[in-house]
């Protein structure tokens, strides 16, 4: 792996950083690792990354998802790619920072996302199991069929609402304002940083895969479905703002 100034220091915040990711949400945990790679100092603002090979070799994940990952963060103000002889793909220096960095702390995120898995989750698990009505049933699709081609200044409202119709399909009218409340919350962190175009389309499959598993009357797949979804926002949250 290539060397970095202060290397002696950063051997065991790299052993941490530069490790085989988990399955399920590629695109979004090699995003959440460089930022974390980025903002732990591993690599310095102005300083390169590892080469593409050596970071998929690394993560355990495809040269195309790394590419892909650094696409996107460079579209975000992240990374600086270079050609030619002495190219690369560099730290920006200055760094872009969210609006809340320094205000959230870890314990906060905890709470915030932990009560949000446990309320979405058992709101997709809810709706799964019931009898659906063909009013809900049509909302539910057309509510995934709308957030598809959304570009970025519209994508954050439509996802959000079809969260929220999965909350209603689940039939407990209190679960609803518990979901859109902690949605809001969620939010005001998402919009600290630009959304990038293919997790946009990651998220709508995952959103396919979630719908699909309620009309079907899976409970088990559905909860699945949303736990890699949830997942993946997660991992980005993470890796910006911690």
Known sequence: MSEHPHDGDLVEVRKAVYRPLRRGNALEDTVARLVQTIRLG???PGE????ERELAASFGVSRDTVRE???ELADT???LPRRGRYGGTFVADPLPHPT???TVTPEEID???GLRRVLETGAVRAAASRSLDASTRADLWARHEAALPAGPEEYRRLDTLLHLAIAEAAGIPSLVALVAENRADVNVWLDTFPLMPRNIQ?????HESI???ILAGRPDAAEAAMRDHLAGSEALLRGFLV
């Open 42 to 44: 591993v690599v310095a």
């Open 48 to 51: 390169s990354l590892p080469p």
């Open 69 to 71: 990952a650094i696409r």
């Open 77 to 79: 103000g992240y990374l």
């Open 100 to 102: 809340t960095s320094g």
């Open 111 to 113: 709470d915030v996302l």
């Open 202 to 206: 990651h998220s709508g499959e995952q």
């Open 211 to 213: 719908v699909t598993a």
